[in-house]
């Protein structure tokens, strides 16, 4: 089928949806929803057989949506509308939500009802209940809607909230005074909740030092106390941890309220007024059920270490890609374990460096390039370990430098529904992490320029028959993590470990031979230079409008097909 999808942004649900319609063959394009014209424009030129709508916060124009099928992917329940369906779930506690795909009308998420999936809720934030649970019911509605399509007696279900079954609302927009935190009076787990219900967007706005913030990234604190309320007691690898009254949170990421500002970690932002506010130190490997702010931790089962590092969307700044290396370099070189797994952090594996801090530097083009090589260094050492099966699990989307770095592994698994972005180019960078070295290595030198030069995303399933990556597991979470575990167990005990490793070493040094790796970098890093020491380079234009959220004016032709002449 010819498939239009108009949306808002390419974001990764946009992504998810454009990758499964491609596996099952049909012919995509995708429109940016900029104005009424332009979408006009796009279906006149596309002709599509069915619009769909996985992100859409404008409304469609009556000329489109009366002379084709429309179906808007609503992240709600059956009879939930309005802007901030996720918003109100998480705030009011809701045990089981959903998503419902519904045919575009005049009145917004009102029309006839094309197929629905609900999930338990899950006790996190917004945009990570969107990464997952919603992603998951939107692929099956997807597919629903694709079959009822096809089905001459098919008949949509009306809205109708008589019905029994039709639980949700017309919700309005929430705001602020909703959201507000009582320090005062309200409880962690209040406190958590009114967080997760903003983040990532629009974030919880509270008062700190007489200035306002928008509040992300909240953890519950086990052990540090204070009697003052919303007082900060304790710092850590950027986060600040407030007392409550039961106990403390830490909020790992601020933004504050004035315009031209973007999300960074708090005590970046709060810098000199966090004076006499110690650093709390944590061990690598915490205590089982301890629950705080943790970036990287390590556990281990029969043989095989499981290192995660969940860094806030996926970016590594300096001092994180420095303290990944060093947990690596200790875990590689002290552990008793035949398998070392890199695990990533739970909405993303990575994103590469840390566009945001690197954005906020006095000196962007040293601390760029400093991050550069401390990712690059990272990489290496991954490349450099004769003497463990590696294994890269993309449970969580991975981009840019990020998903170069899984590729350093002797092995990459990913589960179902995880979505790679392995170029830099949308960045305006040739790209470094070896990736020169690594990407050609496993799909060949033509495929490689095309991934790096086309810039789409590709799923687990596509990424596997390129032999991107190796295998693909379960998307349900209970199963992937058994999956995993019994594919390292696998290989941890199998009787040719030894013989692998030996292998593994010969090619190294054959590999080394033929073009040392220092060369590679090298190579890399000399395109890389002026991108970032060039005051208007395209990079420094194009991380400017990524970190600010500036709003791209066109459809990138790499998606709009229609618009490529
Ligand atoms: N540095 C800082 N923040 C980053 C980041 C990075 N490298 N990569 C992603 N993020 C942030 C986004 O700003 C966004 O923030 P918010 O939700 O808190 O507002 C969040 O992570 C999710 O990213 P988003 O772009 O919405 O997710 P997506 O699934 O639509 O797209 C990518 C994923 C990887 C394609 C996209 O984020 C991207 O291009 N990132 C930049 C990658 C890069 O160029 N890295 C540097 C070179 S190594």
């Known amino acids: 089928m010819r498939i239009l999808l108009i949306c808002s942004a390419y974001n990764g649900l946009t992504q998810r949806v454009h990758d499964e319609l491609l596996l099952l063959n049909h012919n995509v394009s995708i429109e940016f929803a900029l104005s009424n014209n332009h979408m006009k424009e796009a279906v006149e030129l596309f002709h599509p057989e069915l619009i769909i709508c996985p992100f859409l916060k404008e409304k469609i124009p009556n000329q489109i949506w009366q002379n084709y099928k ?31 795909a519904l045919e575009a009308v005049e009145e917004m998420d009102a029309g006839d009802i094309w197929a629905n999936f609900n999930f338990p809720m899950r006790d996190t934030f917004k945009a990570s209940i969107y990464r997952k649970e919603i992603t998951k019911a939107a692929i099956k509605s997807l597919k629903k809607v694709l079959d009822n399509v096809q089905k001459s007696d098919f008949k949509p279900q009306k809205l109708d909230y008589e019905k029994e079954d039709v639980k949700g609302e017309l919700k309005p927009l929430m705001q602020q005074q909703h959201r507000t935190i009582n320090w005062q009076k309200d409880l962690t787990k209040t406190i958590i909740q009114k967080i997760n219900a903003a983040d990532s967007f629009p974030g919880l706005l509270d008062s700190m030092f007489d200035e306002e913030f928008y509040l992300y990234g909240a953890h519950k604190e086990d052990q540090l106390r204070d009697e003052t309320p919303g007082k900060i007691i304790a710092r850590r690898h950027g986060a600040i941890c407030r007392a409550t009254i039961d106990g403390a949170v830490w909020i790992s990421h601020l933004k504050a309220k004035n315009k031209n500002s973007f999300k960074l970690p708090s005590a970046t932002l709060l810098k000199d007024k966090l004076k006499g506010i110690l650093e709390n130190r944590i061990p690598l490997v915490l ?50 374990i035949q398998v070392l797994v890199l695990m990533g952090g739970d909405d993303f594996f990575s994103n590469g460096i840390h566009l945001n801090i690197m954005e906020d530097s006095k000196k962007s083009d040293e601390d760029g390039w400093s991050n550069i090589h401390a990712m690059n260094d990272i990489v290496r050492e991954i490349i450099h370990t004769p003497d463990l099966i590696t294994v890269a699990s993309l449970s969580a989307n991975a981009g840019a430098g990020g998903a170069i770095m899984a590729l350093a592994c002797d092995y990459v698994v990913a589960r179902h529904g995880v979505i790679l972005n392995p170029h830099y180019k949308t960045l305006g960078l040739h790209g470094s992490e070896y990736w020169t070295y690594l990407l050609p290595k496993r799909v060949g030198k033509e495929k490689a320029y095309e991934l790096t030069e086309t810039c789409l995303p590709i799923g687990a399933i596509r990424a596997q028959e390129m032999g991107l990556i190796d295998i693909v597991f379960n998307e349900e979470d209970h199963i992937y993590q058994e999956e995993l575990e019994n594919f390292c167990h696998y290989h941890a005990n199998k009787d040719d470990y030894y013989d692998f490793l030996d292998k593994k070493q010969e090619q190294r040094q054959k590999d080394e031979n033929i073009k040392p790796l220092e060369s590679y970098r090298n190579e890399e890093l000399e395109h890389m230079y002026k991108s970032f020491y060039e005051k208007d380079s395209l990079f420094n234009k194009l991380r400017c409008e990524f970190v600010y959220k500036i709003k791209a004016k066109e459809t990138p032709k790499r998606l709009a097909i229609h618009r490529k002449k």
């Open 70 to 100: 429309c179906i808007i992917i609503h992240p709600g329940i059956i009879g939930d509308r309005g802007p901030s369906s996720l918003d109100w779930a998480i705030h009011e506690n809701q045990q089981e939500w959903g998503v419902t």
């Open 287 to 336: 205590e089982e059920n301890r629950e705080t702010f943790k970036e990287i931790y390590y556990k281990e089962k029969d043989e095989v270490g499981y290192l995660h590092f969940n860094f806030h969307n996926g970016a590594m700044s300096i001092e994180q890609c420095v303290r990944l290396k060093y947990a690596y370099e200790m875990i590689r070189d002290s552990k008793d």
